[in-house]
């Protein structure tokens, strides 16, 4: 099959990303002690394995047919992570941010995409992606890893009476 040379680029810019992702986080799994944040490294590992097998088989030009993600079960089980070491809730911040990054990165590509398949795909991308930093981040609320203050309730009604009349518009 025959890319457009914008997808072909998108997916290029990816693979480079991912190779740097991979490489970081096997290493980061390799000083992991608690299993549960282990595994979900490992998930992670194996999602972007795949998301690697899938671009190669939309840029051969030889493929031709539709290309999909292989069904990797996202483990959405409650785990407890509060006996994590410093490293290990610095390394599932990181993964949080990361996941993030890549569900954007996948979402704002699919929309520039022209090829119908690959723009599909990067969508499901993204989705697993957004999945995979919901989990890191319920590890992070977990340790406390993060913090987000709230606004007040002052502030909140003062906005929402200043926008209040954009139902009328």
Do not use: C
Not at 55 to 71: C, E, N
Not at 87 to 104: D, G, N
Not at 114 to 119: E, F, G, V
């Amino acid at each position: 099959m025959r890319l457009p040379a914008s997808d072909l680029g998108l997916m290029a810019e990816h693979l480079a990303a991912h190779e740097g992702i991979i490489n970081k986080w096997k290493r980061d799994y390799l000083v992991i002690q608690n299993p549960a944040l282990k595994q979900l490294l490992y998930t992670s590992i194996t999602i972007m394995r795949d998301h690697v097998r899938v671009m190669l088989a939309l840029i051969d030009p030889q493929q031709h047919g539709p290309v999909h993600l292989a069904q990797i079960p996202i483990n959405q089980e409650k785990f407890v992570y509060h006996n994590l070491t410093e490293q290990e809730k610095h390394i599932a911040l990181e993964a949080r941010s990361t996941s993030m990054s890549m569900a954007s990165n996948n979402f704002t590509s699919a929309l520039r995409m022209k090829d119908a398949n690959t723009k599909h795909v990067h969508f499901k991308m993204a989705d697993q992606q957004v999945k995979l930093q919901g989990l890191y981040n319920n590890i992070v609320l977990q340790t406390n890893s993060d913090y987000t203050p709230k606004a007040t309730e002052k502030e909140q009604l003062k906005t929402l009476q200043h926008y209040l009349h954009i139902l009328n518009e």
